[in-house]
């Protein structure tokens, strides 16, 4: 029974040291739902190179147009750093997982490994008033795949394109045009927190 005792607490123990992927500054923080943001720093490592898909520049370009929009859409985009009520500094990863294809079925159909198996998108997000860090948060999202109608049609393109050779380099546009959400999404729920 002791050594039960023993196991479950150093469970519980385990469980409390550990850290969630998600965090927000200790300090209670309430922003507005009508806070305007300006996007000061955009940096995104790009990770798994082949000439197939888009260049690094590319891909940074179209994910920081992206979320440009969905904060335009939801008119929680300054007009200027000046008039922004918060200022937003991310960092983010977009890391590709390409197809090995070296041997079996897959290695007859694209021969040169360039088959986008799905994306990883890592980023932290720090949220600032004048010069001072409010809070910031960061999310790691393994494995992603499209989703939904939208996400259907671009998988079975993806099939037709391993089918031909062509490999599966438009499905970029796709992630390039959604992962920002992920951002955006979180933004939105920091009042409520």
């Known amino acids: 029974m002791r050594v039960f005792s023993l196991f479950l607490a150093l469970c519980l123990m385990a469980g409390c040291a550990s850290k ?3 965090y927000i500054s ?7 739902e009508t806070a305007t943001y300006w996007i000061d720093t955009f940096n995104v490592e790009v990770v798994g190179k082949n000439e197939r898909f888009l260049p690094d520049e590319k891909v940074r370009d ?28 991310i960092n983010a990863v977009y890391a590709r997982r390409i197809q090995d294809t070296q041997g079996g079925f897959m290695s007859n159909i694209v021969a040169d ?22 809070l910031h948060f960061a999310q790691a999202r393994q494995g ?3 989703r939904g109608a939208v996400g259907q049609l671009e998988a079975m393109r993806g099939i037709a394109g391993a ?4 490999g599966n380099s438009d499905v970029e546009d796709y992630y390039t045009g959604h992962l920002s959400g992920f951002i ?7 009042p409520s927190r």
Do not use: W
């Open 20 to 22: 969630p992927d998600y």
């Open 26 to 32: 200790p300090a209670p923080v309430a922003i507005p």
């Open 62 to 89: 179209k994910l920081h147009t992206d979320l440009i929009v969905r904060l335009l859409d939801g008119n929680r985009y300054a007009s200027s750093k000046e008039t922004a009520d918060y200022l937003l500094d």
């Open 113 to 134: 490994g360039t088959y986008l198996a799905s994306v990883d998108f890592s980023y932290q997000v720090k949220v600032k008033k004048a010069d001072v860090e409010m």
């Open 144 to 146: 992603l795949m499209p």
């Open 163 to 166: 089918l031909t050779n062509r």
């Open 184 to 190: 955006d999404d979180d933004l939105r729920g920091i």
